[in-house]
């Protein structure tokens, strides 16, 4: 009855009230997540218990229109992650508004093409490999306009492509920053193989910004979010290549081979803080599984490597004891479905500095997730 209920506030106050049937969607996850990380040669680790909520609706209004809505818990200065570290003397979580659009799809080309204005996940967004570039956790904010891209933001067989103009910060300056992406991509399958192909272009304009909470003299402002970063004199024009191979095992273990390329066409010449042998970066993983169906199991292996001035601080936010760039190492992952809708998982992380400390970051991270 309580669920009854607050559909028909929504949809209320989203202005659902006329005569036609609204095709509710809604779904949602929760994450539990024990995490120990520890920097070689400390004296201890960094014991963290940690949860994730998300909970969204996505009405379907009629054939060519949809919205969505989703809630999770999270640190709102943080755009790459919506983990809730338990503590705080038992005091409340923060519960945010993490994705908010609406999606156009017009008939009179066939439901091909998606327009969507707002806030929304970035791999319902952009085609995303993996987390070289974008954090899983990242929700862009504008507009885009996607062809190959079904509905849910799920890539389709055959050309894809995505063209998007995203808002950085709004502060009254003259020159807000601000982000443009294109991207084409391919998905299909031969002699039973799978694959996928693409290349992205990422242009952030006038992201010359300085976000050290301390502050630097020079900085033209202070976006207030973390993580920090002073990005004064450099800029990123990051081209990307991605893809992915894969087959079948047996009958019910796949296998999947994947990667990622990123280069930052921005040089030292126009940059001075930019340094033109730290711009690349490189992900290549191996899956083999699927943890679907209970009693399912799936494993990867990773290798990244990340330098200085390859990629900005949206990238994933687990590496390296957070650091984002200048990082090397390996992660390892594994999920088991116990029962339906609910899966185990664990994950390692072995990284340390491309320049500077000679430290091992390890991180462990154990997780239980329900889907609902």
């Known amino acids: 009855m309580k669920k009854t209920l607050f559909f028909v506030a929504l949809a209320t106050a989203m202005g659902f009230n006329n005569a036609e049937a609204v095709d509710w969607n809604w779904k949602g996850d929760f994450r539990y997540r024990y995490e120990s990380s520890i920097t070689e040669n400390a004296e201890h680790s960094r014991d963290r218990h940690r949860i994730r909520l998300r909970f969204g609706v996505n009405p379907w209004i009629n054939e060519e229109l949809s919205v969505g809505l989703r809630l999770a818990t999270g640190d709102p200065n943080d755009p790459t992650s919506r983990n809730q570290t338990l503590g705080d003397g038992f005091t409340a979580k923060d519960i945010l508004l ?40 990242v929700t862009l904010e504008g507009a885009t306009v996607q062809y190959g891209k079904d509905i849910d933001g799920k890539q389709k067989s055959g050309f894809g492509a995505v063209v998007g103009w995203y808002a950085i910060d709004e502060n009254g300056a003259e020159q807000d920053p601000y982000l443009l992406a294109f991207q084409g991509a391919y998905k299909g399958e031969a002699s039973n193989l799978k694959y996928d192909i693409g290349v992205g272009y990422y242009d952030f304009v006038h992201f010359d910004l300085n976000n050290l909470q301390t502050g630097v003299a020079g900085a033209n402002d202070d976006l207030g979010f973390s993580p920090e970063f002073n990005y004064i004199g450099k800029d990123f024009n990051i081209v990307e290549f991605f893809g992915s191979l894969g087959g079948d095992i047996t009958e019910t273990v ?66 390296n004891d957070g650091s984002r760039t200048n990082l090397k190492g390996v992660k390892l992952s594994a999920t088991y479905q116990l029962i339906q809708n609910m899966a185990l998982g664990v994950n390692y992380f072995n990284f340390k500095d491309i320049i500077g400390s000679d430290d091992t970051h390890h991180r462990v991270q154990a997780d239980v997730v329900v889907k609902f």
């Open 98 to 137: 993490d994705e908010a659009y609406i999606n156009y799809h017009p008939m009179f080309l066939d439901g091909n093409v998606n327009a969507v204005l707002g806030k929304r996940d970035v791999a319902k967004t952009l085609f995303v490999e993996k987390d070289l570039v974008w954090d899983s956790d």
């Open 254 to 319: 796949p296998w999947k081979l994947y990667g990622q390329y990123a280069f930052n066409t921005a040089s030292h010449d126009n940059n001075v803080n930019i340094t033109d042998s730290e711009r690349d970066a490189y992900l290549i993983g191996l899956k083999i599984g699927k943890a679907k169906n209970p009693g399912q199991l799936e494993g990867s292996a990773e290798y990244v490597r990340i330098e200085q001035d390859a990629v900005s601080k949206f990238s994933d936010a687990d590496r």
